[in-house]
């Protein structure tokens, strides 16, 4: 059974540049989480979706960034314009919500991450 | 507030040891679930373990145990008799009913086993 799946890998790019990174969660999934990873701040969530609409994106570092997600099986973060700022390790990760009460597994799994540099 | 404290940031311990990674958390929620991922040095994040506040009972797996204790807030990790391969950086993290799906990560232990 395939994993979450993220694209592409690494990225690299220029100031400026727009940069479209891509998940397809597990299929089956309701729920989608963005993360950004770095050495000073850690694991931060940008965002997350439940049911493909987007619950909270309270952690969208500015309005550079953005997330859809079209469908249940694809979703998309863009940063435009891009900064030497935003390099980082973008995550992915989906799980399966029920209702709290019917001992939902809200286990998060996570794609292998897009290392993204931007010079 | 941070609401899961990895209070270790770096360990490093000699193959075979035992070592035991802490976690603290932070919650005013009587419904709620804790994790612990590893993240090995290629990257990915690895699910290892999930606990609901309802389930005390430690869990053995392994050379892998988790230690839940609610009435210090602790959900701490073990490992018996360290190997080079459980070299990574391990997360704890919390989920709450209240505030829905997300988790709250700790800021990870760096462990480091030497052959």
């Known amino acids: 059974d395939a994993g979450v799946i993220q694209s592409p890998r690494h990225e690299v790019t220029e100031m400026g540049q727009e940069v479209t990174l891509r998940c397809k969660p597990i299929?089956?999934?309701?729920?989608l989480f963005w993360y950004r990873q770095t050495m000073m701040r850690g694991l931060e969530l940008l965002i997350y979706?439940?049911?493909?609409?987007?619950?909270?994106d309270s952690g969208m570092p500015e309005d550079r960034f953005s997330a859809k997600m079209p469908n249940a099986s694809f979703s998309t973060l863009k940063i435009q314009p891009s900064e030497p700022r935003d390099s980082a390790v973008y995550f992915c990760?989906?799980?399966?919500?029920?209702?709290?009460?019917?001992?939902?597994?809200?286990?998060?799994?996570f794609g292998a991450g897009t290392r993204l540099s931007v010079l | 507030a941070q609401k899961v404290t990895q209070a270790q940031t770096e360990i490093s311990v000699v193959e075979k040891e035992d070592v035991t990674l802490d976690c603290v958390y932070e919650?005013?929620?009587?419904?709620?679930?804790l994790f612990w991922y590893k993240q090995p040095p290629s990257g990915e994040l690895v699910f290892l373990i999930r606990?609901?506040?309802?389930?005390?009972q430690n869990e053995i797996s392994g050379r892998y145990s988790w230690n839940f204790q609610k009435s210090t807030s602790s959900f701490n990790f073990t490992i018996t008799a360290s190997q080079v391969v459980d070299s990574a950086v391990y997360f704890c993290?919390?989920?709450?009913?209240?505030?829905?799906?997300?988790?709250?990560f700790g800021t990870g232990t760096s462990l480091t086993v030497i052959p």
């Open positions: 299929s089956g999934h309701n729920s």
């Open positions: 979706f439940n049911n493909n609409v987007p619950i909270d």
């Open positions: 606990r609901n506040s309802f389930d005390e």
């Open positions: 919650t005013r929620d009587t419904t709620y679930y």
């Open positions: 993290a919390l989920s709450e009913a209240e505030t829905g799906n997300q988790f709250y």
């Open positions: 990760a989906s799980s399966f919500r029920k209702f709290w009460w019917a001992g939902v597994k809200n286990i998060q799994y």
